[in-house]
């Protein structure tokens, strides 16, 4: 048959592999025959979300009406968490959405990114479909090295992604390299500061996002219902910057991109702040629990600030991941983010965790 159009498909797609996203409970179940399997390779809330949440989503009527497309009494609630105006935030169909969107507005191939070498993959598929050519900056302890970002810098620079904490490795960056970082480059570049893992952070020098977009009008914050919202499976997540930027990242938004039951359900999250509060404690226990173990096990672990560890170990990560799966444990391999000997593990309930460290061990046995 003939496919010549495969030709003329746009340049920097040909490129890409399509996102390999964790595997599911029901194929690992099917495929190896388990009946019990933990899955902590997706840095969901194992907790689930609110049962506030669940509450209204039961309630959830007039499916056959499209939802509000300018999602008003979610922006004005998120407007009130955040202390900002409705009219700088948008919403996206996951905070991914939100990433898209700003790169279709701003790059093309004429244009270049800049984000670090370890870094959320989607920045560089955003950058790659769009053609743009893009810089991934060596890191430096598994961290951005915003110093390194400036030598990458050039005139054709107009998206720069910085992940805080970022994800794989879990590291962060303070209010002051933030702010540094953002005098010493030109405000005609955007710097896009992904926190979709924000609520987990525990240090006193986290960034002050207020401050930020008081003080810098080319920065657009982006957050996520899908981590510790527990809301992954209804795609949801928000964008905020200066009023005339979002202005325009809304001409190229989709009418409609956020369906009526994750915009109700999203609100209820935001009001429900004990349980998250609840998670963010149950998070930081079991991380401690988990680097306990690790430690025991002379396992080296990059400390993290979000609810995922990247723990390297003596063997290749992949081939880890695919005995602890034989297992009922679905991690994450990361040779993708150029980490062979890592796997990133979510942080999960106590009984998961137990159940991972206990298949780990016997992985790392076998591998002997
Ligand atoms: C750093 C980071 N940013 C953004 C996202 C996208 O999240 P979502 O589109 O589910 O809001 C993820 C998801 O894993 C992430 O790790």
Redesign the pocket.
């Known amino acids: 048959m003939n496919k010549k159009y495969l030709q003329h498909i746009n340049p920097g797609i040909d490129s890409i592999r399509p996102y390999e996203a964790g595997k599911s409970i029901e194929d690992v179940m099917k495929e190896y025959n388990l009946k019990k399997i933990v899955k902590l390779a ?2 969901e809330n194992s907790l689930g979300p609110s049962p506030k949440v669940i509450e209204v989503i039961n309630n959830f009527q007039n499916i056959h009406l499209y939802p509000d497309g300018d999602g008003k009494d979610l922006k004005s609630k998120i407007s009130e968490v955040e202390n900002v105006s409705p009219e700088q935030i948008i919403l ?8 898209e969107i700003i790169s279709q507005t701003f790059l093309s191939a004429q244009s270049e990114s800049v984000f670090s070498k370890h ?2 993959v ?1 920045y560089k598929l955003a950058s790659k479909v769009r053609g743009s050519k893009f810089h991934e900056v060596d890191a430096k302890s598994w961290g951005h090295d915003l110093d390194k970002f400036l030598e990458h810098v050039n005139e054709k620079t107009r998206l720069i992604f910085i ?1 805080n ?4 490795t879990g590291t962060y960056l303070s209010h002051d390299d933030i702010v540094n970082f953002l005098k010493a480059i030109s405000n005609e570049i955007i710097v896009v500061i ?1 926190l ?2 924000f609520e987990y952070v525990k240090t006193d020098d986290y960034i002050r996002t207020n401050e930020i977009l008081n003080e810098f009008s080319n920065v657009v914050i ?6 510790i919202h527990g809301l ?1 499976a209804l ?3 928000y964008g905020i910057g200066n009023a005339d930027l979002i202005e325009i990242m809304n001409r190229v938004r989709q009418p409609f991109n956020v369906n009526a039951i994750a915009q109700k359900a999203a609100i209820a999250s935001l009001n429900d702040v004990d349980y998250l509060n609840a998670s963010v404690e149950s998070n930081s226990i079991e991380r401690e629990y988990l680097y306990n173990c690790l430690d025991e096990m002379s396992l080296k672990y990059i400390p993290s600030q ?1 609810n995922f560890i990247c723990i390297e170990t003596p063997f290749n990560g992949k081939k880890i991941f695919e005995e602890l799966l034989k297992k009922g444990v679905i991690v994450r391999p990361i040779e993708l983010y150029e980490m062979p000997n890592h796997i990133r593990v979510t942080i999960g309930k106590r009984f998961e965790n137990e159940f991972f460290i206990e298949k780990l061990k016997q992985t790392l046995k076998s591998f002997k």
Not at 92 to 99: A, D, T, Y
Not at 165 to 168: A, T
Not at 222 to 227: A, I, L, P, Q
């Open positions: 997706s840095n996206g169909n996951g905070s991914n959405e939100v990433l870094a959320f989607v992940a904490p970022n994800n794989p992904d979709a893992y982006t957050k996520s219902f899908s981590k992954s795609r949801i997540g979000g």
